[in-house]
């Protein structure tokens, strides 16, 4: 087995662990540790610092990823090509610092409730976006090394489990809660000096610039590569993160945290289009280098079914038992119920449109790609403008549903206007009716004293009546195709 097949499925085990670990860290443990105001802070710190590091890098982290091959000479130290990584950046972090500072006094302005409670913290951004920056850039090199398992384990399970015994600590009294915000930096502080001796440990860290660097591809090259880049990453940073900025600002940063545990419950429905993603990138440039069509409709059909599926049970079981996932934190966050079931509406929908927007990105109408993103930010920014306002984090909530729905259905109409793709046969429908169906009988299970008796009566019904509606009407052959796999398994 190479090093590429190793490291990724050491990055597949780790993914999935982190991506549960996350789930339960995120939407559990530290709700129970912490005030939503506290919550709130500490995630528009790190929203705010994701934003700073993405400007700051200037695309960069992917330019490495891109031009690396290029480099790539051990023998000669890779051309310099670790300092130019750096170099760059760290010069574009020094102007956006000093943006920073001086438009301190804006920022808190827009935190106006909140302001005496950001204000001691806002030097601590631009710290903690120092080392999102690094982070970054050391991972991407690593990527271009083939050594990609360790940055995945540091930063999907030592990280999360690190903040968690941050938080573990104030709970039990032996942290302030400013504390707790500093172990959150130095923790990311943390991960990246241990990339950095990971680096050392390979005899990789290369830190002496040459001119050789500038010879085998111009800067001009590189700086524009990375303006493309950075349009592309910043309105995916900003969709990923603008929502829980906004709420923040034009509410509080108690909403902002009550929001934050809400966004996080609905993640859980993304795991399984995460996980997919990472095969069906390399796949379908494949079949575009092949221009083998045939082969990926029916891939983009097979596994928007498979996303629909899976979607709808993960959806229903969280939605029907949202009472009893609430009743795992204090009682404030509650307010997030309503929330949650919206983001599960619109990640249901980008489910069940499938990997369009794989599609286009792979495809040789990529730059389409940053079109939809960047309108998808703009619309996300203004929808969230005009709603939060009137129906605080609902209308959050609101926007996000819209905002997505819209960008599904413009880039899956542009797929098979340009591709004649599309994604939809008859087991679609099949699909949701028997979904409709399982979730009727589990709504109709009662409540009973218990609220864990209720969710394992209900989560019984739920999987019971949908996993045999499933199979009886072969609405997803796969499904069918391993149960018998498993049932000639079990008789051998």
Same mark, same amino acid.
């Given at each position: 087995?190479?090093?590429?097949?190793?490291?990724?499925?050491?990055?597949?085990?780790?993914?999935?662990?982190?991506?549960?670990?996350?789930?339960?860290?995120?939407?559990?443990?530290?709700?129970?540790?912490?005030?939503?105001?506290?919550?709130?802070?500490?995630?528009?710190?790190?929203?705010?610092?994701?934003?700073?590091?993405?400007?700051?890098?200037?695309?960069?982290?992917?330019?490495?990823?891109?031009?690396?091959?290029?480099?790539?000479?051990?023998?000669?130290?890779?051309?310099?090509?670790?300092?130019?990584?750096?170099?760059?950046?760290?010069?574009?972090?020094?102007?956006?610092?000093?943006?920073?500072?001086?438009?301190?006094?804006?920022?808190?302005?827009?935190?106006?409730?909140?302001?005496?409670?950001?204000?001691?913290?806002?030097?601590?951004?631009?710290?903690?976006?120092?080392?999102?920056?690094?982070?970054?850039?050391?991972?991407?090199?690593?990527?271009?090394?083939?050594?990609?398992?360790?940055?995945?384990?540091?930063?999907?399970?030592?990280?999360?489990?690190?903040?968690?015994?941050?938080?573990?600590?104030?709970?039990?009294?032996?942290?302030?809660?400013?504390?707790?915000?500093?172990?959150?930096?130095?923790?990311?502080?943390?991960?990246?000096?241990?990339?950095?001796?990971?680096?050392?440990?390979?005899?990789?860290?290369?830190?002496?610039?040459?001119?050789?660097?500038?010879?085998?591809?111009?800067?001009?090259?590189?700086?524009?590569?990375?303006?493309?880049?950075?349009?592309?990453?910043?309105?995916?940073?900003?969709?990923?993160?603008?929502?829980?900025?906004?709420?923040?600002?034009?509410?509080?940063?108690?909403?902002?945290?009550?929001?934050?545990?809400?966004?996080?419950?609905?993640?859980?429905?993304?795991?399984?289009?995460?996980?997919?993603?990472?095969?069906?990138?390399?796949?379908?440039?494949?079949?575009?280098?092949?221009?083998?069509?045939?082969?990926?409709?029916?891939?983009?059909?097979?596994?928007?079914?498979?996303?629909?599926?899976?979607?709808?049970?993960?959806?229903?079981?969280?939605?029907?038992?949202?009472?009893?996932?609430?009743?795992?934190?204090?009682?404030?966050? *509650?307010?997030? @119920?309503?929330? /949650?079931? +919206? %983001?599960?509406?619109?990640? &249901?929908?980008?489910? !069940?449109?499938? #990997?369009?927007?794989?599609?286009?990105?792979?495809?040789?109408?990529?730059?389409?790609?940053?079109?939809?993103?960047?309108?998808?930010?703009?619309?996300?920014?203004?929808?969230?403008?005009?709603?939060?306002?009137?129906?605080?984090?609902?209308?959050?909530?609101?926007?996000?549903?819209?905002?997505?729905?819209?960008?599904?259905?413009?880039?899956?109409?542009?797929?098979?206007?340009?591709?004649?793709?599309?994604?939809?046969?008859?087991?679609?429908?099949?699909?949701?009716?028997?979904?409709?169906?399982? *979730?009727?009988? @589990?709504?109709? /299970?009662? +409540? %009973?004293?218990?609220?864990? &008796?209720?969710?394992? !009566?209900?989560? #019984?019904?739920?999987?019971?009546?949908?996993?045999?509606?499933?199979?009886?009407?072969?609405?997803?052959?796969?499904?069918?195709?391993?149960?018998?796999?498993?049932?000639?398994?079990?008789?051998?």
């Amino acid at each position: 087995m190479g090093i590429v097949q190793r490291q990724g499925l050491r990055n597949t085990i780790i993914s999935y662990i982190g991506l549960g670990l996350g789930f339960v860290n995120t939407a559990l443990v530290l709700p129970n540790f912490l005030e939503p105001q506290q919550l709130g802070l500490t995630g528009t710190l790190s929203s705010i610092a994701t934003l700073y590091a993405q400007v700051a890098a200037f695309g960069f982290a992917s330019v490495g990823i891109r031009f690396f091959p290029y480099f790539r000479n051990p023998e000669a130290r890779h051309h310099g090509f670790l300092p130019l990584l750096l170099g760059v950046p760290l010069l574009g972090f020094v102007v956006v610092t000093a943006l920073y500072f001086v438009g301190e006094p804006l920022m808190l302005h827009w935190y106006a409730d909140d302001a005496t409670l950001l204000q001691p913290y806002y030097a601590w951004g631009a710290v903690l976006a120092l080392f999102m920056l690094l982070y970054s850039l050391q991972d991407a090199y690593l990527k271009g090394l083939y050594h990609t398992a360790v940055s995945s384990f540091i930063q999907d399970i030592l990280q999360r489990l690190l903040i968690v015994a941050g938080a573990l600590l104030y709970a039990c009294g032996v942290l302030p809660f400013s504390g707790y915000v500093v172990w959150y930096v130095g923790v990311n502080g943390t991960i990246s000096l241990l990339l950095t001796g990971y680096l050392a440990y390979l005899k990789e860290l290369h830190l002496r610039p040459t001119r050789a660097a500038l010879q085998i591809k111009p800067l001009r090259e590189l700086l524009s590569m990375g303006g493309f880049t950075l349009l592309g990453t910043l309105s995916g940073t900003i969709i990923m993160n603008i929502d829980m900025l906004m709420v923040g600002a034009q509410v509080n940063l108690t909403a902002a945290g009550i929001y934050g545990v809400a966004a996080n419950i609905s993640t859980a429905l993304a795991i399984p289009a995460r996980s997919l993603n990472k095969i069906a990138f390399p796949l379908l440039a494949d079949y575009w280098k092949q221009q083998d069509l045939p082969r990926m409709a029916d891939f983009y059909r097979r596994t928007t079914l498979l996303n629909t599926a899976i979607g709808c049970y993960l959806a229903l079981g969280i939605g029907l038992n949202i009472d009893f996932i609430y009743s795992l934190m204090k009682t404030r966050y *509650a307010e997030g @119920a309503f929330v /949650v079931l +919206l %983001l599960l509406g619109s990640r &249901l929908f980008d489910s !069940i449109t499938g #990997v369009n927007g794989l599609i286009v990105v792979t495809s040789p109408r990529y730059r389409y790609d940053l079109i939809f993103n960047t309108s998808l930010s703009i619309l996300t920014v203004a929808l969230n403008w005009i709603l939060i306002p009137k129906l605080g984090i609902s209308g959050a909530a609101v926007a996000a549903v819209i905002a997505q729905v819209s960008i599904n259905v413009a880039r899956t109409w542009f797929v098979w206007y340009s591709y004649r793709l599309q994604p939809f046969t008859w087991r679609i429908p099949l699909v949701l009716g028997i979904a409709a169906a399982a *979730a009727l009988a @589990a709504w109709l /299970v009662p +409540l %009973l004293h218990s609220l864990l &008796l209720t969710m394992l !009566i209900r989560s #019984v019904v739920l999987t019971a009546v949908y996993g045999v509606l499933l199979l009886l009407t072969r609405a997803v052959p796969e499904v069918n195709g391993l149960v018998q796999n498993l049932a000639r398994k079990l008789r051998s």
